[in-house]
């Protein structure tokens, strides 16, 4: 960053609201339904980590970006309380996915065999892990770290952190300076370096961000002392965002038209039957197992379009949100029926929900088109937008 000079950046209100817990508790967990913006936000997070939101590499007074988002930033000298390390200018993110096979070696320290070894040499070696190697940056007098993880309920969380857990909380961090505080945590890790057994304590400067989807659990179901060392923050559904990007009203109580003759009627469709799917999800199953709006937000925009392609971008959306219902409501044939509006319906509901027998038993399937089309996706939406 050029002396003196704020860095110009515009941020979300999420962003800003994850950057705060950031800077003072250390440790965010970002949970929401699947397509609300998890993913999205980590990225921008990290850019504005990484960028510095804003903070000043030296002690000139910095220069308000009048077009951003980003308020007047702090110097390195002064620091700020809504920034994350806000006096250090060495600033690096650090990346991981948790899944089934993800080891406490692989995110802290352990022993793993060497590929290729020559003659004679070791057949093992010590590795570093990502916690262990953020945790050495922070450790430099200019260095932050901000750890990202992803899917962390999609693997074995609490065994992959094994003895850092203890050490996660901002009070049991080490001073700022770096001294030992009476509620710095130690644990005990395998040394790269020496291979002996140190006791270790994370950095004051280290920051930990993770997200997980609720309704997703591979392995474990991460625990109450896990999860009570980190500061929480849920993403929703949110129908006005989705409005937004269609370029839609805020509201409208309009009945919709038998047919489309325009863009917005599909595009109106579309986010009342959302918006009615997912109460219904989040009756049979539970909120957190709700669709996300970010599902039916492609990259392209979709209110310019005329009616024919955004029908077609419409039908991509919704097989994916199909998809998630018969996963969501698997092996439950009336919770599906009931959640794509095919129990009562209207009769003009593509989808029908039959009984029959088999064996003199009664059994239940739903009929319907296999894939959304351009000549039936309106017709459903319609019909699924019906309370």
Known sequence: MEAG????????????????????????????????????????VALSF????????????????LQGKVPIPPTAATGHQDVPAPTKTDRQVFRTVFHQNS???????????????????????????????????ANTSTGASLLIIDEINRGPAVQVFGGAIVSIEADKRLAPNGNKRPETQFFEL??????????????????ILAAMNQADVSVDALDVAFLRRWEPLR?????????????????????????????EDALEASVRAWSVINKKISLGRGAEFQIGHGVLMPST??????????????????????????????????????????LNGPSYNPFKFVETTF??????KLDGPDNFTKSNIYVALRAFSEE
């Open 190 to 207: 395998l040394e790269p370096g020496s291979g002996n057994i140190i006791e270790y304590a994370l950095p004051h400067d280290l920051y």
């Open 359 to 364: 064996a003199n038993d009664l059994r239940y």
């Open 103 to 137: 080891k406490y070696r692989d995110f802290v320290s352990g022993v793993t065999p060497v590929v290729n070894k020559g003659a004679g040499a070791p057949s093992f070696t010590i590795v570093e892990g990502t916690l262990l190697r953020a945790s050495k940056h």
């Open 301 to 342: 925009p979709l209110h310019p379009l005329p009616l024919g392609e955004v029908l077609e971008y419409l039908c991509v959306g919704w097989a994916k949100i199909r998809a998630h219902v018969e996963e969501v409501f698997f092996g439950d044939t009336r919770g599906i029926a009931a959640t794509l509006n095919a």
């Open 50 to 65: 990484e960028s510095g939101y804003g903070i000043s590499t030296s002690i000139a007074p910095p220069k308000l970006h």
């Open 5 to 44: 000079t704020a860095m110009a950046i515009n941020v979300s209100t999420e962003c800003e609201t994850v950057l705060k817990l950031l800077a003072r508790s250390h440790n965010v967990l970002i949970s929401g339904a699947p397509g609300t913006g998890k993913s999205r936000l980590l990225a921008e």
């Open 235 to 263: 993403l929703e559904p949110n129908e006005q965002v989705l409005r937004a990007f269609y370029g839609l009203s805020a509201s409208n109580s309009n009945a919709l038209p038998d047919k489309p003759s325009a863009t």
